[in-house]
T-cell receptor
Framework: KNEVEQSPQNLTAQEGEFITINCSYS?????LHWLQQHPGGGIVSLFM???GKKKHGRLIATINIQEKHSSLHITASHPRDSAVYIC??????????FGTGTSLTVIP | EPEVTQTPSHQVTQMGQEVILRCVPI?????FYWYRQILGQKVEFLVS????????KSEIFDDQFSVERPDGSNFTLKIRSTKLEDSAMYFC??????????FGPGTRLTVT
């Protein structure tokens, strides 16, 4: 049983397209993280949110606590956005549960 | 901007050998974590460390694993007797509050 489910698993988009990646979780959370993993393996934290919406540049993350669902949006996608995007839920016991990731490829 | 660093970037070891993976967390952070990612699989939580002791550990973190903060700056993960299935990328992370975490670049461990 996966505590965190992401969709889609793989996503290919044309440059400029608006992209949405979804995350559903079953655990009670204190926070939800969106992470970006580059082809070389390094992980970068994009957002940490516990309610509402956050925006950073072309990235927007939203969370609906009642529905246990979060989305990551990328506006005006670019080939450099190609990476694996990982949703990770921090439960109330301070343990992380990771999704399997969404592999995004943006084609010029 | 402060960052988490990890050494080495790649470690190759023979099965049965002990390895120590090193991490230097961000200097004022109080919470420290180790994660691993087996090639092609999702990131998995191993252990969290706060106030000089383990606060949480997963079922993966068995007796062959240990963590230490030997000198107030380094945070190490020791694997006592490596197995082939320990081959993975190991990520260290640190946090000031226990919520927002900053990840290191990872150490790729290859057990032969």
């Amino acid at each position: 049983k996966n505590e965190v489910e992401q969709s889609p698993q793989n996503l290919t988009a044309q440059e400029g397209e608006f992209i949405t990646i979804n995350c559903s979780y079953s655990v009670g959370i204190s926070a939800l993280h969106w992470l970006q993993q580059h082809p070389g393996g390094g992980i970068v934290s994009l957002f940490m949110l516990s309610s509402g919406k956050k925006k950073h540049g072309r990235l927007i993350a939203t969370i609906n606590i009642q529905e246990k669902h979060s989305s990551l949006h990328i506006t005006a996608s670019h080939p450099r956005d190609s990476a694996v995007y990982i949703c990770a839920a921090l439960n109330t016991g301070n343990q992380f549960y990771f999704g399997t990731g969404t592999s995004l490829t943006v084609i010029p | 901007e402060p960052e988490v660093t990890q050494t080495p970037s790649h470690q190759v070891t023979q099965m049965g050998q002990e390895v120590i993976l090193r991490c230097v967390p961000i200097s004022n952070h109080l919470y420290f974590y180790w994660y691993r990612q087996i090639l092609g699989q999702k990131v998995e939580f191993l252990v969290s460390f706060y106030n000089n002791e383990i606060s949480e550990k997963s079922e993966i973190f068995d007796d062959q694993f240990s963590v230490e903060r030997p000198d107030g700056s380094n945070f190490t993960l020791k694997i006592r007797s490596t197995k082939l299935e320990d081959s993975a990328m190991y990520f260290c992370a640190s946090s000031l509050t226990g919520v927002e975490q900053y990840f290191g670049p990872g150490t790729r461990l290859t057990v032969t």
